[in-house]
């Protein structure tokens, strides 16, 4: 009767170092093929690292830019409105506060150790100042900052302090609920009309 299952041949030193070779060979190569995933994963890593690193310092760039367009567009406007008041001040619209005032400045800033502060428009008599800040859009938050005036002025200029101080708020644009502001608030309210500027400063009072 012959055997099913011949028992395999004992394995010799040349197999079992073939074998060993083969397997220590594969190992290696396995070791290289994940060395070389890992390089090209790091590599595209970098690569997609540094293209977002570019394009954030794009968009940062861009975002800068329009900031500055911004800024200058909002100074524009603001020195816009500065001149068109003053002009209309300097000609022929200087008897309003129930007084005339016989001399304007603008951009007048005064510097006194730790504290300084600029006044748009400015109108002098012999007893009276008159202090005009000017908006190109103006907003009820503008409302502190105008009545801080009166109290840095006369600070910052002790010449003036028995002197009347009236405000007023000057705009291109005024909506309902800051024009009442003002007038609550004893302030006069300079605006654009058409052509022309209107001042309502019935409801003033001495600062």
């Given at each position: 009767?012959?055997?099913?299952?011949?028992?395999?041949?004992?394995?010799?030193?040349?197999?079992?170092?073939?074998?060993?070779r083969k397997a220590k060979w594969q190992m290696l190569k396995a070791e290289q093929?994940?060395?070389?995933?890992n390089r090209r994963m790091k590599e595209q890593m970098q690569e997609q690292m540094q293209e977002t690193g570019l394009k954030m310092?794009?968009?940062?760039?861009?975002?800068?830019?329009l900031q500055k367009l911004m800024g200058s567009?909002?100074?524009n406007h603001g020195s816009f409105a500065e001149e068109y008041f003053f002009n209309a001040f300097e000609n022929g619209k200087q008897d309003f506060f129930g007084e005339h005032f016989n001399k304007i400045r603008k951009k007048v800033k005064y510097v006194e150790l730790n504290l300084e502060d600029e006044y748009d428009i400015v109108l002098y008599n012999d007893n009276s100042v008159a202090i005009i800040e000017v908006k190109y859009k103006a907003h009820e938050n503008d409302i502190p900052s105008v009545l801080?005036?009166?109290?840095?002025?006369?600070?910052?200029?002790?010449?003036?302090?028995?002197?009347?101080?009236?405000l007023g708020?000057?705009?291109?644009?005024?909506?309902?609920?800051?024009?009442?502001?003002?007038?609550?608030?004893?302030?006069?309210?300079?605006?654009?009309?058409?052509?022309?500027?209107?001042?309502?400063?019935?409801?003033?009072r001495v600062f």
């Open positions: 009767m012959k055997n099913q299952n011949p028992i395999p041949p004992a394995p010799t030193f040349e197999s079992t170092w073939a074998s060993s093929q994940m060395k070389e995933a310092q794009e968009t940062d760039r861009r975002m800068k830019e567009w909002s100074t801080k005036k009166a109290e840095t002025f006369r600070i910052l200029c002790p010449s003036y302090k028995d002197f009347k101080i009236y708020f000057a705009s291109m644009s005024f909506y309902e609920e800051l024009e009442q502001e003002c007038i609550k608030q004893g302030i006069a309210v300079i605006k654009q009309v058409g052509d022309t500027v209107v001042i309502n400063d019935s409801h003033l």
